[in-house]
């Protein structure tokens, strides 16, 4: 059984920043595919960032160049450095793990919301 848990959301303002962490547990990390979403109210999860067990990222375009993901293997975590936070960044971030077999898995989610 893998267990995700997310921590770093909250309130900040237009500009800000905030920094998101996923712990894992339960697998081989190393071995694991990462990413995060989001989803905003009355919109689908979309993907936000994803790194691959050999660190190569990938971004969606609304926050490629403000948006850092990265992977520390010895401490089994995954962080989203998010930084110019907009409006529109306000949604609910999930980190998800894909293992090498193909199954994903879910944290709970935390909310992230950016003021005006």
């Known amino acids: 059984q893998v267990q995700l848990v997310e921590s770093g959301g909250g309130l900040v303002q237009s500009g800000g920043s905030l920094r998101l962490s996923c712990a894992a547990f339960g697998s081989v990390f190393s071995r694991n595919g990462m990413g995060w979403y989001r989803q905003a109210p009355g919109k689908q999860r979309e993907l936000v960032a994803s790194?691959?067990?050999?660190?190569?990222?990938n971004y969606a375009d609304s926050v490629k160049g403000r948006f850092t993901i990265s992977r520390d293997n010895a401490k089994n975590t995954v962080s989203l450095q998010m930084n110019s936070l907009k409006p529109e960044d306000t949604a609910v971030y999930y980190c998800?793990?894909?293992?090498?077999?193909?199954?994903?898995?879910w944290g709970q989610g935390t909310q992230v919301t950016v003021s005006e």
């Open positions: 790194i691959t067990t050999g660190g190569s990222t």
């Open positions: 998800r793990a894909t293992l090498p077999y193909g199954a994903n898995y």
